[in-house]
């Protein structure tokens, strides 16, 4: 009994722990509205999915844009 009580705990733990993290990674596609009048300058940095950092989601998009790339944004944050 004590050996099920175990296992089932950590279980659970392996659970919750694995919802949290994928939540955390979840990729979207940026929303790149305001990109063609221009990106303003505020310091919202996202993560895309090239491991590069960008200062705001709409200069990933001037980036997809440009290169004709689709990153995306992996979380958002710093990379």
Same mark, same amino acid.
């Given at each position: 009994?004590?050996?099920?009580?175990?296992?089932?705990?950590? &279980?659970?733990?392996?659970?919750?722990? *694995?919802?949290?993290?994928?939540?955390?990674?979840?990729?979207?596609? &940026?929303?790149?509205?305001? &990109?063609?009048?221009? !990106?303003?300058?505020?310091?919202?940095?996202?993560?895309?999915?090239?491991?590069?950092?960008?200062?705001?989601? !709409?200069?990933?998009?001037?980036?997809?844009?440009?290169?004709?790339?689709?990153?995306?944004?992996?979380? *958002?944050?710093?990379?």
């Amino acid at each position: 009994m004590k050996v099920a009580s175990i296992f089932l705990l950590t &279980a659970l733990v392996l659970l919750s722990l *694995s919802g949290s993290t994928r939540a955390n990674f979840l990729e979207r596609k &940026a929303k790149c509205t305001s &990109a063609v009048s221009g !990106c303003p300058k505020i310091y919202n940095p996202v993560c895309g999915t090239d491991g590069v950092t960008y200062s705001n989601e !709409c200069v990933l998009c001037i980036e997809n844009m440009k290169h004709k790339t689709p990153v995306l944004i992996q979380k *958002s944050g710093p990379c």
